[in-house]
């Protein structure tokens, strides 16, 4: 299976759970009904430390663990909530890697365009925004500590902060976790030096309750930057 294949597993799932997730619900149902859909889909496997779907809740949402510490928490999705999944699916020894953070109000999940909570849909058109930022200005040339110094200073120049636990932004995709390099400081390496490569900001505002994260593999074709 094809990288970009193994993708659309963990895309398909992210719209399928945004279709069938309801107030009430636990985040272990949620966990399990994604894993579930992906090993539908075609994965065999989840490669971030066995956890096919970590999902987050609530003021759950600032939280950044490793994969390897994570468990799923006994929260209940409420009414008005944001949820974050970030799911890693994979096929043989090809991965998939993608995140989004959910708006649920009234019981739906609503897109930006209709959000009545102002924070939350800002937190999530910033998240848009810095993807876009990325795509304008990376290039085969540019290394990972040039885009890290970049973002995370678009990310301080708009008013929010860096959750992430290791401060980076985004790791190659690799066929082992050990072989993986990252969005971070002191990376020298050219980003056109890698196949694929996520970018996954994790965010929130000083002193906010709430993070937002948005995650694509991305890579080159020709110079020019493509999402998988």
């Known amino acids: 299976m094809q990288y970009r294949e193994v993708q659309n597993i963990a895309k398909k799932t992210i719209e399928f759970i945004k279709e069938n997730i309801q107030p009430d619900m636990t985040l272990l149902e949620i ?23 970590f999902v987050f809740a609530g003021d759950e949402t ?11 928490s006994k929260r209940v ?7 974050t999944i970030d799911l890693s699916p994979q096929n043989g020894d090809t991965w998939g890697d993608y995140a989004r953070t959910i708006i649920i109000e ?6 930006s365009d209709n959000m009545s909570n102002n924070e939350w849909k800002n937190g999530l058109l910033m998240e848009k925004y810095l993807h876009e ?4 200005f990376v290039t085969p040339k540019t290394t990972f500590e040039e885009l890290y110094y970049y973002i995370n200073s678009i990310i301080e120049q708009k008013g929010y902060i860096n959750l ?16 993986r390099v990252y969005i971070e400081k002191g990376n020298k390496i050219t980003i056109g030096d890698v196949a694929y490569f ?31």
């Not at 999705?77 to 949820?83: G, K, M, S, Y």
């Not at 930022?133 to 304008?136: G, L």
């Not at 401060?167 to 082992?176: Q, T």
Request: glycine share 8%; with cysteine; net charge negative.
């Open 31 to 53: 966990r399990n009904l994604c894993e579930t859909k992906m090993i539908e889909l075609g994965a065999d496997s989840f490669w971030y430390w066995d956890v096919g779907a």
């Open 62 to 72: 600032t939280l950044s663990v490793s994969g390897k510490e994570y468990t799923t």
């Open 77 to 83: 999705v409420a009414e008005n909530d944001i949820i």
């Open 106 to 111: 009234k019981g739906k999940v609503v897109e």
């Open 133 to 136: 930022e990325m795509s304008k």
């Open 164 to 179: 992430d636990f290791m401060g980076n932004l985004g790791h190659s995709i690799v066929r082992r976790m050990s072989d």
């Open 198 to 228: 996520t970018f996954e900001p994790h965010i929130s505002i000083p002193n906010s309750k709430y993070g937002y994260k948005r995650e694509n593999i991305y890579y080159f074709d020709n110079g020019v930057i493509k999402e998988l």
